[in-house]
């Protein structure tokens, strides 16, 4: 089984509210169809969720009544964006079900304190792709906080331990540096926990609400302590997720699992 995330940079357009780019998406679908894998799905929350959350600090626990309108609002659209993700994987004949974390995760200061794996499990027994999202969420001790895909990422593969962990996102992998900012960024290629901790991020290095490619990293040397290996591809080269999901060599990213 393999544990699938379409970055929100990828589905939808960052920079203009609840923008869905649904052409690379059917593309995507189309690839995780011909793969003729079991998988999970995540998906981000893009230009659905960030900029509400952003707007509202969200992210940030309840400090004020105008955030209540905002986590509402930030909901529905990621709800929306789900709705659009599960008609293109449809459309591709990819029996996709959508689970909410918004119904089925409680966090406690930013972490999972409960989540509800069995729905996942059942599902997958009957031959359902399930499909989750980042989304807002209750917290226990912030009241409300957001619940990534990432985290989600890490603790799915916790879980389930799949054979593979794949990101996909708006580049052809990790860099040295920020390759839209930096024109001597270099991709690379393999790596491990070890040779990640050498890495330096900096704060515009992909930057968002749920930590950016910073974050990202953080949650995949926590993959890998698992043992799972982990790639990055880009989605907007989709035939290369079909190369990465069957296991064909591809220009990408992979981040061994240490055992």
Known sequence: MIILKLGGSVITDKNKECTFKTETMDKLAENIKKANKQTIIVHGAGSFGH?????????????????IKGFSLAHEKVQALNSLVLQSLQKNDIHAVSISPHS?????NHKIQKMNYNIFEEYLKKNFTPVTFGDVVLDKTL????????LLMEALSKHFKPEKIVFVIDEDGIFTANPKMDKKAKLIQKSTVKELETLTISADHHADVTGG????????????????????????????????????????TIVYGEK
């Open 104 to 108: 089925s995760i409680k966090l406690n």
């Open 51 to 67: 900029i509400l959350a952003k707007e509202y600090e969200l992210n940030q626990g309840y400090k004020r009544l105008e955030q």
């Open 143 to 150: 009241g409300f906080s957001i619940c990534s895909g990432d």
């Open 213 to 252: 490619m910073a974050g990202k990293i953080l949650t995949i040397k926590k993959i890998a302590k698992n043992g799972i290996e982990t790639i990055l591809v880009n989605g907007n080269k989709p035939n290369r997720l079909y190369e990465v999901l069957v296991g064909e060599k591809t220009i990408s």
